[in-house]
C-alpha cells in the first residue's frame, strides 16, 4: 500500500506538475521556439491518450510486478532531455495509427455527437414532462389538502357553537331550577293532623271517661256531656241490681 502511494504521488508530480510548469515556461517566453511548442504539444497529447487507455488496460495487466514503477519509468522516459522519448513514441507509433483511420474517427465522433444531442433532447422532454405532471399532482394535493383543513375547521367551529349552546341552554336551565328549589324550600311544611284517643276504663263504680282533642288541642264540649249522661245512666243500673 505504501508503495503504491508513492507510485502514484511520483506519477503525480513527474507525469503532470513538473510537465505542465516547463510547459507554461515555453509559452512565456518572448520568442518562443516552434520545436519546444510541438515536443510539449506532443507529450500532452500522449498523455492524454494514455489517460484513457490505463482505465481499460489496469484491469488487465494491474497485476503484473513493477506495474507501477514501469508507468512512472515510461512517463520520465517521455520528457526526459537526453531521452525526450516524445518524438519517437509519436512519429512512429501514434502518427501512423491516428493518421490511417482520421476519417473514420472524425465521423464517429460526428455520429456520436448527434446521437448524444438527441438523448439530451429526448431525456430533456421526459424530464420537462414529467416534471409538469408532477407540479399539476402537486397542486392537486395541496388543493385538497388545504380543501380538507377548510372543511375540519368548519366543522370544529360548528361543534364548538353546539358545544357553546347546548353549555348555555344548560346553565340557563339551571338558573331558572335555582329559585323553584329556592321557593320549595322556603314553604313550610305541613303538620299533619293528629288525632289523640284515650280511654280510660277503671273499676264498675268509676264511670267511663273519653277524652277526644282535636287539631287545635282542646276538649269537646259535647264529649264531655255524653260522658256524664253515661256515667248517671251507669249509677242508676247500680242502684237497681243493689236492690233487687
Known amino acids: 500500500m505504501l508503495g503504491d502511494f508513492i507510485t502514484r504521488t511520483l506519477l503525480m508530480v513527474l507525469g503532470y506538475a513538473y510537465p505542465a510548469f516547463e510547459c507554461y515556461k515555453t509559452v512565456e517566453k518572448n520568442k518562443v521556439e516552434i520545436e519546444e511548442l510541438r515536443f510539449w504539444c506532443q507529450y500532452w497529447i500522449i498523455v492524454a491518450m494514455l489517460s484513457v487507455t490505463e482505465r ?16 512512472l ?14 518524438g519517437y513514441v509519436y512519429e512512429v507509433l501514434l502518427r501512423p495509427v491516428v ?27 421526459h ?53 323553584t328549589r329556592e321557593s320549595s324550600k322556603k314553604r313550610p311544611p305541613a303538620t299533619p293532623t293528629t288525632t289523640t284517643i284515650n280511654r280510660d276504663i277503671s273499676q264498675p263504680s268509676n264511670p267511663k271517661h273519653v277524652q277526644v282533642q282535636a287539631e287545635d288541642g282542646h276538649p269537646d264540649s259535647k264529649a264531655g256531656e255524653d260522658g256524664d249522661s253515661e256515667s248517671k245512666i251507669h249509677a242508676a243500673r247500680l242502684r237497681l241490681r243493689r236492690s233487687n
Open 56 to 71: 481499460i488496460a489496469d484491469i488487465f495487466i494491474s497485476w503484473l510486478p513493477m506495474y507501477g514503477e514501469m508507468k
Open 73 to 86: 519509468a515510461f512517463i520520465i522516459y517521455l520528457w526526459y532531455p537526453k531521452t525526450k522519448g516524445t
Open 99 to 125: 493518421a490511417k483511420h482520421e476519417t473514420d474517427i472524425d465521423r464517429k465522433l460526428m455520429e456520436l455527437k448527434a446521437r448524444a444531442w438527441d438523448l439530451v433532447a429526448f431525456y430533456w422532454q
Open 127 to 179: 424530464c420537462a414532462n414529467f416534471g409538469q405532471t408532477t407540479f399539476v399532482q402537486m397542486l392537486q394535493f395541496l388543493a385538497s389538502q388545504s380543501s380538507r383543513v377548510s372543511s375540519r375547521g368548519s366543522s370544529q367551529k360548528e361543534e364548538e357553537e353546539g358545544s357553546q349552546d347546548s353549555s348555555s341552554s344548560s346553565s340557563s336551565s339551571q338558573r331558572r331550577s335555582k329559585p
